[in-house]
């Protein structure tokens, strides 16, 4: 069993940064692809960037590309997503998720969201 608690979220000005983390409990974490989803009021859950689990590559939404930056620490456990520049439509519940290969190319374990609010 995987649990993962994400921090970090808050109440933001456009253009604010933000880093958000995400605790992962094990000891297999390195072993993990990670990824990041935000869902917005009304809206479905998207992706929002992942990091592999072997040589850290990077992925990213559009929309992500150039302002988010995802990263991982495998000594702490715990992989960070920094929003930089953000916008209003950048307003949305994120969470975490681990792919723990039981499945390949699944995300089977998610944290439970941390709220993210950027006024304009």
């Known amino acids: 069993q995987v649990q993962l608690v994400e921090s970090g979220g808050g109440l933001v000005q456009a253009g604010g940064s933000l880093r958000l983390s995400c605790a992962a409990s094990?000891?297999?974490?390195?072993?993990?692809?990670m990824g990041w989803f935000r869902q917005a009021p009304g809206k479905e859950r998207e992706f929002v960037a992942a990091i592999s689990r072997n040589f850290g590559i990077t992925s990213y939404a559009d929309s992500a590309k150039g302002r988010f930056t995802i990263s991982r620490d495998n000594a702490k456990n715990t992989v960070y997503l920094q929003m930089n520049s953000l916008k209003p439509e950048d307003t949305a519940v994120y969470y975490c998720?681990?792919?723990?290969?039981?499945?390949?190319?699944?995300?089977?374990?998610w944290g439970q969201g941390t709220q993210v609010t950027v006024s304009a």
């Open positions: 998720a681990a792919d723990t290969g039981k499945v390949p190319g699944k995300y089977d374990y």
């Open positions: 094990g000891r297999t974490f390195s072993r993990f692809g």
